[in-house]
């Protein structure tokens, strides 16, 4: 076996294993919008149950960067990566997920996974407009496919008539706009610190951003008069949703890059189609059915190619 053939099959076996943290990330991210919708059965506030979510993440990221600040090495950071690390903080974590969790006191889980699906189209076009990314025809054919089962997908929703809807949608689609700014963003800067010591100083500075906010409006009382099921429920976000993804997203984007990560963030819609079905009791119909097919087919095109 040549040494040619050799680091071809270790890019492929890379691309497969890139692909597949981004596929486990977007699965538990998309779990985010369940949790928080049961959440809000009980009386809590977006600002309140998103800083028990970053408070409960608080000290996994705390460790994740002390141990990544440690085995640096001599790769210190500079002002300028401060800077960025801040922005990106406050564009990810912050902002992206207070507007996501005023949106869905708004909006249906479903509604707003349809909202959040259009950052793969998002980081795709910032990419093309600021960093002079060629739109590739795998990523044209996967959008396409993606977009047709989405469309299906949520047909039903998108025609009910909802209270507040728009103002949801508006709050929603904020959300997705700084998301994808923020994976735009970011492909620069995992690769120059590495996924774990990004994550960690990103997400440190993101939970502290939140917990001022909270303490600049709230109480700090009101973080201990919390129904116990909303503490349960937003340490489960916390793991499940919040530091595993984090991680193995940003391993997935060093390894495939943010464009095709964001794609394969097209299968979290169905993924949280079928959860509030059984979760919550939103309906899924035939049709939905199919474009759940189509959406996972689109998912599949990239995840091949990268492969191949």
């Not at 507007?99 to 959040?116: C, H, K, N, P, W």
């Not at 600021?130 to 990523?139: E, N």
């Not at 590495?194 to 409006?217: D, E, K, N, Q």
């Not at 979290?268 to 059915?289: D, H, I, K």
Request: one cysteine or more; charged letters at 10%; hydrophobic letters at 55%.
């Amino acid at each position: 076996m040549t040494d040619t053939t050799v680091s071809s099959a270790r890019i492929r076996a890379g691309s497969l294993i890139g692909a597949l943290f981004a596929f486990t990330a977007t699965f538990a991210f998309s779990a985010k919008a369940i949790l928080v919708k049961l959440a809000y059965v009980h009386p809590v506030d977006a600002v309140t149950l998103l800083t028990l979510r970053m408070l409960f993440s608080f000290p996994f990221f705390l460790i994740a960067a002390a141990w990544s600040h440690r085995n640096a090495g001599g790769n210190r950071l500079q002002i300028r990566d401060g800077v960025k690390l801040g922005i990106l903080g406050f564009l990810g974590f912050y902002l992206a997920s207070l507007l996501d969790f005023m949106g869905l006191t708004y909006l249906s889980a479903s509604l707003e996974r349809l909202i959040v699906f259009l950052y793969p189209t998002l980081v795709i076009l910032l990419g093309a407009f600021f960093l002079r990314q060629r739109i590739t025809a795998p990523a044209i054919v996967a959008l396409a496919v993606s977009y047709a089962g989405i469309l299906l997908v949520f047909a039903k929703d998108a025609s009910i008539d909802q209270p507040h809807l728009w103002i949801g949608a508006a709050l929603v689609f904020g959300s997705t706009l700084a998301y994808a700014a923020y994976l735009t963003g970011c492909e620069e800067m995992i690769v120059r610190l590495g996924p774990v010591r990004f994550t960690a100083y990103a997400m440190t500075l993101s939970c502290v951003m939140v917990a001022v906010h909270f303490f600049l409006i709230h109480p700090a009382a009101d973080l201990v008069g919390q129904p116990g099921p909303v503490y349960t429920l937003s340490f489960l976000m916390a793991i499940f949703s919040t530091v595993l993804p984090a991680f193995l997203l940003s391993i997935g984007i060093r390894k495939i890059g943010a464009a095709n990560a964001s794609i394969i963030g097209s299968s979290g819609p169905v993924f949280t189609v079928v959860m509030a079905y059984f979760l919550l009791g939103e309906s899924m119909s035939g049709g939905q059915m199919i474009g759940a097919l189509l959406v996972l087919s689109g998912v599949a095109l990239i995840s091949v190619r990268q492969g191949g």
